[in-house]
Nanobody, 114 residues
Framework: QVQFVESGGRLVQAGGSLRLSCVVS???????MAWFRQSPGKEREFVAR????????YYGDSVKGRFTISRDNAKNTIYLQMNSLKPEDTAVYYC????????WGQGTQVTVPS
């Protein structure tokens, strides 16, 4: 059974940076891993994805140029480097396969006060 454990979220001031980590255990069934986020009252939103093999990346429009997704295959870990953070980046961040599977981890809270 695959599991995702996200970490690294905290309160950070606007304009600051943060790096999130996601440790993946078990066997994944998709080629891509991704970060998603969900703010109160909103639907879960795609943030970025990365391929396990070639590291090919793709970003949502709202984070393009500010966030960088990467992976460490040896550690089975996915990262999300977030720079130039804005209040609208406030959300719980989750990692999952892409397309996502039914299982979701607990997520990690990122708060950027306005």
């Amino acid at each position: 059974q695959v599991q995702f454990v996200e970490s690294g979220g905290r309160l950070v001031q606007a304009g600051g940076s943060l790096r999130l980590s996601c440790v993946v255990s078990g066997r994944t069934s998709r080629y891509f891993m991704a970060w998603f986020r969900q703010s109160p009252g909103k639907e879960r939103e795609f943030v970025a994805r990365v391929g396990w093999g070639n590291g090919l990346t793709y970003y949502g429009d709202s984070v393009k140029g500010r966030f960088t997704i990467s992976r460490d295959n040896a550690k089975n870990t996915i990262y999300l480097q977030m720079n130039s953070l804005k209040p609208e980046d406030t959300a719980v961040y989750y990692c999952n396969e892409y397309p996502s599977i039914a299982y979701w981890g607990q997520g990690t809270q990122v708060t950027v006060p306005s």
